[in-house]
Each structure stands twice: as C-alpha cells, then as structure tokens.
C-alpha cells in the first residue's frame, strides 16, 4: 500500500521564521507534487519535482527531492502571514496517472 | 489557464437519493479525477478516467460510479447516498503525462455535498 506521511500535521510559526515541512512516501516514486489549499478554496499547484537532488525555488518557498532517501522537504523563508493554508505533498506511484496524497499540513502564520 | 468546473459549490441531499456531480475540463485534457476530502484523510482518490468511456478504480470507489461520455465531462454518481458520503468532492484534469512530465492535476473548486 502506497503511503505518504507528512510531518507535521499543525505548524504553527511567527512571520519572519524559517521552517520545513516533510514529506516521506514508501515507494521508488520519484515524482513528486506540492501543492496549496486556502480555506474553502481548491487546490493550488506549487511545485513538480522529477528527479533526485531536484530542487525548485517561487518566493519563500523551496521544495527539495530526495529519491533515496524517499524524501521530500518544503522549505518556508522567513513565514509572512501570506503564507498561511495547509499545504499536501502527493507522490506520483507507478502510475502515470494516480497521486496518492499526504494528509496536509496546516500552517499558520502569526503576526 | 486551465479551468476545471464544478457543477454546484454546495449540494444539499437526502438519504437514498441517487446524486449526480459534475466537472467539466477546458484544456482537453486526456485524465480526469474525482477525490474526497476529509478532515484528517487529506484527499482520497474514487475514481479516475484516462478516455472517453475508460475508467478506474481508486482506493474509495465503493458506493460511487462514473461516466465520461464525452472527454472534457466526467461526472461521479453517488448511486444511493448515505450520510457517510458527507464530504467535500474535488475533481481535478491532467494532461497524459510520461514518466517525465511535469504537469500536474488541476483542480476545480469542489463541491461540498451534505447527505441528510
């Protein structure tokens, strides 16, 4: 059974701290997707990562793939309130068309 | 941009009835996914269409079908609703993707379905 476990579920941080989020999958997946919920709003995407060692950057936010490791990691620069949603990692499996989803992390920015 | 579309923000229904959702892609995309999320279960795949009258299972299909009749319409059927299918249902569109793409699924903004 396919799992993704991100760690952790609640975050809450002040504006100007720095924070990681973690993303752990149990398959050989090496595609991996974060994307960005607003409360009663849909998902946004934010970041594809293809390979191992991948690392993409949009702002405050910068993802980070580790195939071996089956790792991934959302990093957030020095919050602003902005920021806050819950954010999922899903991972791309054997498939070509299913991703199977984190259970989200909510994160709240405080003043 | 890609629009996905859901028929209906909020739908309010009664046990027993049969229910129909509706999405609707403008992209021409080949796949389509119907997901429900629940407070602390993230989002759980029901079913998902990769053609015009394909379709396949996910993890949560039970009580639940689908058609796609045409490519950009997929649309879920709660065949007899019961209240344990309360949720939110997003359905999201991809383009076929190989082992290296790098398109992701597109989301619409959900339907919030309460089965009373």
């Known amino acids: 059974e396919l799992k993704v476990e991100q760690n952790p579920l609640f975050l809450s941080m002040q504006e100007g701290k720095n924070y990681t989020i973690y993303c752990n999958y149990s398959?050989?997946?090496?595609?991996l997707y974060w994307y960005r919920q607003d409360p009663g709003k849909s998902l946004e995407s934010l970041f594809v990562?293809?390979?191992?060692?991948a690392v993409k950057q949009e702002g405050r936010l910068m993802a980070s793939l580790d195939t071996k490791a089956r790792l991934s990691t959302l990093h957030i620069t020095a919050a602003v309130h902005d920021l806050s949603a819950t954010y999922f990692c899903a991972e791309g499996g054997g498939s070509n068309y299913k991703l199977t989803f984190g259970k989200g992390t909510l994160l709240t920015v405080n003043p | 941009d890609v629009k996905v579309t859901q028929s209906s923000r909020y739908l309010v229904k009664r046990t027993g009835e049969k229910v129909f959702l509706e999405c609707v892609q403008d992209?021409?995309?080949?796949?389509m996914f119907w997901y429900r999320q629940d407070p602390g279960l993230g989002l759980r795949l029901i079913y998902f269409s990769y053609d015009v009258k394909m379709k396949e299972k996910g993890d949560i299909p039970e009580g639940y079908s689908v058609s796609r009749e045409k490519k950009e319409r997929f649309s879920l059927i709660l065949e007899s609703a019961s209240t344990n299918q309360t949720s939110m249902y997003l359905c999201a569109s991809s383009l076929t993707i190989g082992r290296y793409s790098n398109q992701p699924q597109h989301f619409g903004d959900g339907t919030r379905l309460s089965i009373l």
């Open positions: 990562l293809l390979s191992n060692g």
């Open positions: 992209m021409d995309h080949e796949n």
């Open positions: 398959t050989t997946s090496d595609r």
